[in-house]
């Protein structure tokens, strides 16, 4: 069991944690640019992120019409952010819970190398294999133009998958492990679809957090 902690506990924690944030590595480059950092929170940082957000977050089960038929997503989401900042997507208004001190900390991590402010997080929970998110790019009107997404994944490693919308054999793949931070900006979802399939393996529960700025 952990105690919960106050954003000043989470800050004095993680305090000087920063300079150990390892170099990114750019893995797409042209039409927008996605970089990523593996270990971008230590193991015990990790651990302690994902059985506090896995116990306490708002999880919900939204359902989605497909070809007029109401359909679960397959995985568990919830909302947080600045009054005010709510969000639409396939359907669903989402309002936004208020920070958490551990969604906080998170946030101001991530904002010190995507070097802006975010005022909202859709968090996803990957139970097992079978939960997934479909083919897509983050490009509703509230994202603005050229949205910069920080996305932060504690839990079991699976797989992302882009795809160019207009060169289809331009396709890049990588496993997103306990810790890891995956930055995209410019015109990436202008040009580039993105999902999280499902698998057979035996994956452990995994939970993402996509920080965004709700113009």
């Known amino acids: ?3 919960q902690m106050t954003l000043w506990d989470y800050q004095a924690t993680l305090s000087g944690t920063e300079d150990s944030i390892p170099e990114g590595k750019v893995i797409i480059s042209m039409g927008g640019e996605v970089i990523f950092y ?5 193991v015990n940082e990790s651990d302690r992120f994902f059985s506090e957000l896995y116990a306490d977050t708002k999880w919900q089960q939204n359902t989605i019409q497909i070809f007029g038929k109401p359909t ?14 709510s969000y ?30 975010f005022n ?11 939960d997934s998110v479909a083919w897509h790019s983050d490009d509703e009107p509230e ?6 997404i920080g996305s932060v994944s504690f839990g079991g490693t699976r797989c992302f998958s882009f795809k160019h919308k ?12 306990h810790g890891s931070f995956l930055l995209m900006r410019g015109e990436t979802q202008h040009h580039w679809l993105h999902q999280i ?19």
């Not at 593996?38 to 230590?42: G, I, L, V």
């Not at 207009?166 to 492990?177: A, G, N, W």
């Open 1 to 3: 069991m952990y105690e």
């Open 38 to 42: 593996k270990n971008f929170f230590n």
């Open 72 to 85: 679960r997503l397959p995985r568990l989401t919830a909302w947080y952010g600045d009054e005010g900042k």
């Open 88 to 117: 639409s997507y396939s359907g669903i208004e989402q309002n936004p819970a208020p920070w958490t001190p551990a969604l906080s900390c998170i946030k101001e991590r991530s904002e010190k190398v995507a070097k802006v402010r």
């Open 120 to 130: 909202s997080v859709l968090l996803n929970l990957y139970r097992n294999g079978r």
């Open 143 to 148: 994202l603005g133009q050229n949205p910069i």
């Open 166 to 177: 207009q060169i289809k054999e331009r396709k890049v793949e990588i496993d997103l492990p």
């Open 197 to 215: 399939a499902k698998t057979t393996k035996n994956v452990s529960p995994r939970i993402n957090l996509t920080f965004r700025i709700i113009k």
